[in-house]
């Protein structure tokens, strides 16, 4: 029986509710995590969760806040490249909101947030 693509059902998920295995995430789950999160995705939070992924897949490792700045200023300009606006973004923090959504394991150094 396969699961619906949008539903958290039948993964496997720590505690916390970040998934066990990154490769168990796809694009059909940013929403049904969000909805966990109290969090509706507009274009800016997709961007960053779309750019975490790929820092992932390219380098397997989550991007730390600073490096996630850096594109931020890339892609939005210096005024919105903010640690501020990032918990705008994601208030109970990067590492916690965004990195769950992206479908990442919990990050083992919460420096991700600092």
């Given at each position: 029986m396969s699961r619906p693509t949008d539903s958290l059902a039948g993964l496997d998920r720590d505690e916390e509710g970040f998934l066990e295995d990154a490769t168990d995430w796809h694009p059909g789950l940013v929403e049904a995590f969000a909805r966990e999160e109290s969090l509706e995705m507009n274009a800016e939070r997709r961007e960053i969760v779309r750019f975490v992924r790929a820092h992932f897949e390219e380098y397997q490792t989550v991007p730390e806040a600073r490096t996630v700045l850096r594109h931020m200023?890339?892609?939005?300009?210096?005024?919105?490249?903010?640690?501020?606006?990032?918990?705008?973004?994601?208030?109970?923090?990067?590492?916690?909101?965004?990195?769950?959504i992206a479908g990442m394991r919990k990050p083992r150094k919460l420096m991700l947030d600092v």
């Open positions: 200023k890339t892609t939005w300009g210096p005024e919105r490249a903010t640690r501020r606006y990032l918990y705008d973004l994601f208030p109970r923090g990067y590492g916690q909101q965004a990195c769950k």
